[in-house]
């Protein structure tokens, strides 16, 4: 790394909180396009507090090329070998285990859990669904200073002011439908 004069101190070290906002701002991207998918999903998990809910996440592994050791030497095929014969054993299949019901050997996906705010995940589907913001209708009748909610109702005006429930509700209707129709 090159240090120069233009280069004030805090860009030097301020690279690695701007890299951590950015691989953050990703995350949220790739979470928010793939939501409905996520959400229902049969390995979320959520917290006895109710704020945030838990996510896995699978990850991709990247190819990583690895340069040979100098001390050892190969040839560049030329060999004893034989067309069509195997030089190392494949991996085994699935399930060919004897019992069958043992787990394996073998390393398990990598993955990663994600906690995600349920008021972002509402706040996102709710930019999904792309429904219209209602304004309230003008009226010549005297409006009361304070509107006080008495009781929640499932069908009428006061059902369309409740947003979050109305989310729920859609989100665990499509949960359990077999092939739910998408969000757009």
Do not use: C
């Not at 049969?42 to 109710?50: C, E, I, Y």
């Amino acid at each position: 790394m090159r240090i120069s004069a233009e280069v004030s101190w805090y860009d030097l070290f301020s690279r690695g909180a701007r890299d951590w906002l950015r691989h953050n701002e990703k995350v949220r991207e790739a979470v928010k396009q793939r939501l409905p998918h996520l959400i229902t999903a049969p390995d979320v998990l959520t917290r006895s507090g109710g704020g945030t809910v838990l996510v896995p996440v699978r990850l991709l592994e990247h190819a990583r090329f690895r340069l040979r050791d100098p001390e050892f030497e190969a040839g560049a095929g030329q060999g004893a070998g034989a067309p069509g014969e195997i030089l190392r054993p494949g991996h085994p299949k699935a399930g060919a285990d004897e019992g069958g019901a043992r787990g394996g050997t073998a390393e398990g996906e990598v993955s990663f859990v994600l906690e995600i705010k349920i008021d972002d995940i509402l706040d996102w589907l709710w930019d999904e669904m792309r429904l219209p913001e209602l304004k309230p209708k003008q009226s010549s009748a005297a409006e009361d200073a304070e509107y006080v909610r008495e009781g929640l109702d499932k069908r009428g005006a006061r059902s369309r002011l409740d947003r979050r429930r109305t989310v729920k509700e859609a989100v665990k209707r499509r949960a359990i439908q077999e092939h739910p129709t998408p969000f757009t």
